[in-house]
């Protein structure tokens, strides 16, 4: 059984920095993309950043230059670096995983991915 579980949200300053983890179990995650996805209250769910097996990274436009998406196979973790963080920021950060190894085609949609963390909250103060 594929789980994710999402780690190292918090409140932080506008300027900040903080670290997201998101630790997978149930199968090796070296052979799948990843993504991370976060949502706003009364907003849906946007993409944010993907990997592929590849190592190629995407990023949304909101995020790029800031954000930083990364992977320790050997520990089966996806990281998500934030600096720079701003209020619009705010949001519950979710990763992802697709229910097929191999390359992904649009590693921004919700409907790639079928596998899904609880969440990690994000608060950032001006």
């Known amino acids: 059984q594929v789980q994710l579980v999402e780690s190292g949200g918090g409140l932080v300053q506008a300027g900040g920095s903080l670290r997201l983890s998101c630790a997978g179990s149930g199968r090796t995650f070296s052979n799948y993309a990843m993504g991370w996805f976060r949502q706003a209250p009364g907003k849906e769910r946007e993409f944010v950043a993907a990997i592929r097996t590849s190592d190629s990274l995407l990023y949304a436009d909101s995020v790029k230059g800031r954000f930083t998406i990364s992977r320790d196979n050997a520990k089966n973790t996806v990281y998500l670096q934030m600096n720079r963080l701003e209020r619009e920021d705010t949001a519950v950060y979710y990763c992802?995983?697709?229910?097929?190894?191999?390359?992904?085609?649009?590693?921004?949609?919700?409907?790639?991915?079928?596998?899904w963390g609880q969440g990690t909250q994000v608060t950032v103060s001006s």
């Open positions: 992802a995983a697709p229910r097929n190894s191999g390359f992904l085609l649009n590693p921004g949609r919700l409907s790639e991915y079928a596998y």
